[in-house]
């Protein structure tokens, strides 16, 4: 099972940006889907963004309204979440997973956390007004 290792949250003021990454001990057929999920406090977890690590592809939940990006770097193993004009309700603990999925199933299925394998310990994201 591929290890998930995040790092970038903190605390920033409403309009501001944060980079969070990802970085996997490997990629491999069960980790070609990355994604990124939240949850906040008496939420349930929603999904964020997904990659497609052989295709390249990315999905966005309609609340990120084109304000964040998802990217990876092969080389590094790591998967990013550039966020940028952050709201206070983008407040959240953050968390990657990994997934097999095909590039079919990446598009219909990735906000479904249940076909993740692999999950990350979070990353706490703060956004103050």
């Known amino acids: 099972q591929v290890q998930l290792v995040e790092s970038g949250g903190g605390s920033v003021q409403a309009g501001g940006s944060l980079r969070l990454s990802c970085a996997a001990s490997?990629?491999?057929?069960?980790?070609?889907?990355m994604a990124w999920f939240r949850q906040a406090p008496g939420k349930e977890r929603e999904g964020v963004a997904a990659i497609y690590i052989g295709g390249g592809s990315t999905h966005y939940a309609d609340f990120v309204e084109g304000r964040f990006t998802i990217s990876q770097d092969n080389a590094k193993k790591t998967v990013y979440l550039q966020m940028n004009s952050l709201k206070p309700e983008d407040t959240a603990m953050y968390y990657c997973?990994?997934?097999?999925?095909?590039?079919?199933?990446?598009?219909?299925?990735?906000?479904?956390?249940?076909?993740?394998?692999?999950w990350g310990q979070g990353t706490q994201v703060t956004v103050s007004s």
């Open positions: 997973a990994a997934a097999t999925l095909t590039s079919f199933g990446v598009y219909y299925r990735w906000k479904d956390a249940g076909v993740y394998n692999s």
């Open positions: 490997e990629y491999t057929r069960s980790s070609n889907c």
